[in-house]
Structures are given as C-alpha cells and as structure tokens.
C-alpha cells in the first residue's frame, strides 16, 4: 500500500503569503509533483493545518487544489483550522459528533485518522469523547492500525514545539499500550522532518508545503525555517513500514 503524507499547508486566499512565500503555489507543485510521480497511491493524507488563518476563502482554496488531485485524499485538522469553516466547505468530510475523525480498513490494516484540535489552543488534544472513540477503534481491529494525527504525542528535542504537542499524552500512550496494535503514527505540526520510537511504536513527522522550523535544538524560542518543502511517501506491506521523504521545488 502507498500512502502520501502531506502537511502544514497554511492556506490563506489565493495571493495572501505566510512568511513571505505562497502557500496556495506551493500546494499547487506538490498536488503537480504526487499527480506526476505517484498517481497510484492509494491514498493521500493531509495532516492538519490546512489553512493558516480558519478562513472560508482558505478552504475554497483547498478545494479547488485538490479537486485535481489524481489519487483519493483524507483532510484532518490543526490547530490554525477552524471546524466551523472547514464544514462549511466540505460538508461531507467524515466525523464523529462533530469531530472530523474516521477510519478505514485496508488490506494492510486499519487507518485511523483523528482530530487533535483543541479550537483556541496551540497544543493539541484528545478529549475523553475522543479518547473513548479511539478504543473503540483499536478494540475493533484485530489488524496492525495505523495513525495519522496533527500533534505528536512525543518530543522532538525541539523545547517550543514540544511545548504544544499533545496535551495529556500519557492518557493517549495508555489507552495505545492497552490494545497493542499500534504499529506507526504518522503526524504534522513541527514543521520537520523526524522519526523514531515512542513507547515502542514508530513514528514520522514531516516538512510543511509553504515554510518550515529551523533546526535551533535547545532554543527557547521559535524560529521560522526555509528548508525545501516536501511530502513523505509511505510504503506499508504486512512486514515493513518505509517512509521516503520526496522534496518539491
């Protein structure tokens, strides 16, 4: 199974920049490079902060980049989105009592796609609603499951971002450790490129379409980064987990 993770787009109306670039043709050479080299994914997964400023005109500018999108998409949320908005332009987004969370089963296992959005807030978080959802998910899955989320759940060494991950995480690592058949967590948020173990579950992150974080380990403070844009591809099998990381320029 092939799988594209593409996050942090921070869409604004088409023209308006984010850290001095556009966010809107930087999203529209991504969507150019997957439709050119992967249109057989099964799925791209678009992992929270959609928009930079929770504006309808933002998400009608998502609409119209991935209406020409060749493979299947899932859009999640961050903490720059707004839920109201983000319904307003796809009402038929898949949720949960107003949350925009699902799952999907695949040959290679169970997809599960949360809503870490804690509207108001920097960091995440799963509230019990969430949290009791998610077991139900895993309870009901006697496959590996896989899950893509906005905020990390783990520090990156990085102290301003792992200030605003998820909230209350040893919650989250519990109700995983119980069932046992998290197998990779996929999540956006830090703007960076990293991957590891968490609680003995693997893990990647990845670079933002339009501008990133830069690599000041042990700062106090945040800084904004330039680093090229990328998507990771993800090539799951009954064995292997791969993630390659596919820069666009």
Known sequence: MKLIQVTDLHLR??????????????????????????????????????????????????EAAIGRLVPPSRLLLGNHDDRSAFRAVFPGASGEDGFVQSVEDRSVGRLVFLDTLDEGAVAGRLCDHRLAWLDQCLAESRQPVFVFMHHPPFDIGMPPLDGCKLADPDAFADL???????????????????????????????????????????????????????YNVMLISASSVVVHTQEIT
Not at 179 to 198: Q, T
Not at 216 to 227: K, N, Q, V
């Open 176 to 230: 995983l450790g119980r069932h046992g058949n998290v197998r990779h967590i996929a999540a956006g948020h830090v703007h960076r490129l990293c991957s590891g173990l968490w609680n003995g579950i693997a893990f990647n992150t990845g670079r933002g379409t339009n501008h990133q974080t830069a690599p000041l380990f042990g700062a106090t403070h945040f800084a904004m980064g330039f680093e090229t844009p990328a």
């Open 13 to 62: 109306a088409p023209g308006e920049r984010v850290a001095g670039l556009d966010p809107t043709a930087s999203l529209s050479v991504a969507i150019d490079d997957i439709n050119r080299n992967h249109p057989d994914a099964d799925l791209v997964v678009f992992t929270g902060d959609l928009s930079d400023d929770g504006s309808i005109a933002s998400y009608r500018s998502l």
